[in-house]
């Protein structure tokens, strides 16, 4: 799981699908963090992806780095309304305190939940982590 927070950090933004209805969606991310052992990720609950979510928690997200090696990672994600994980994402991103604070209920965070990892190259056969 390290290694796929790392990964993701590195590339910057990510680009993460849901579904809504029988229509895909995908938006750029930039939070991913590790708190007490899983990876998580933030949004606002007022967004249309918090509700696309809800609805149907499987996603995908995809990032790709400067030399040309991607990760696609593939779960359920699990909301997590403690204040602490909420807090815990806000000091690694101190720039979405402008937006969200941890008491906010508009502020969410998902927990990686059954994940698999595919770590790609065009050089390298793909590599899968599991958490």
Same mark, same amino acid.
């Given at each position: &799981? ?26 750029? %991310? ?11 990720? #933030? ?8 509700? #696309? ?45 402008? &937006? ?30 599991? %958490?």
């Amino acid at each position: &799981m390290e290694e796929v927070e790392k990964f993701i950090k590195e590339c910057g933004t990510y680009f993460l699908a849901t579904v809504e209805g029988d229509q895909p969606r995908v938006r750029p %991310f930039g939070t991913i963090n590790i708190f007490e052992g899983k990876l998580y990720i #933030q949004t606002g609950t007022f967004k249309p992806v918090s509700k #696309q979510i809800h609805m149907n928690p499987k996603v995908e997200l995809c990032a790709m780095n400067k030399a040309g090696k991607w990760l696609r990672l593939a779960g359920i994600l699990i909301a997590d309304d403690r204040i602490a994980p909420k807090a815990d994402m806000l000091e690694h991103y101190p720039e979405l305190k402008k &937006m969200y604070s941890a008491e906010d209920p508009r502020t969410e965070v998902l927990y990686f939940k059954d994940a698999t990892a595919t770590f790609y190259s065009f050089t390298e056969a793909p590599r899968v982590v599991k %958490f």
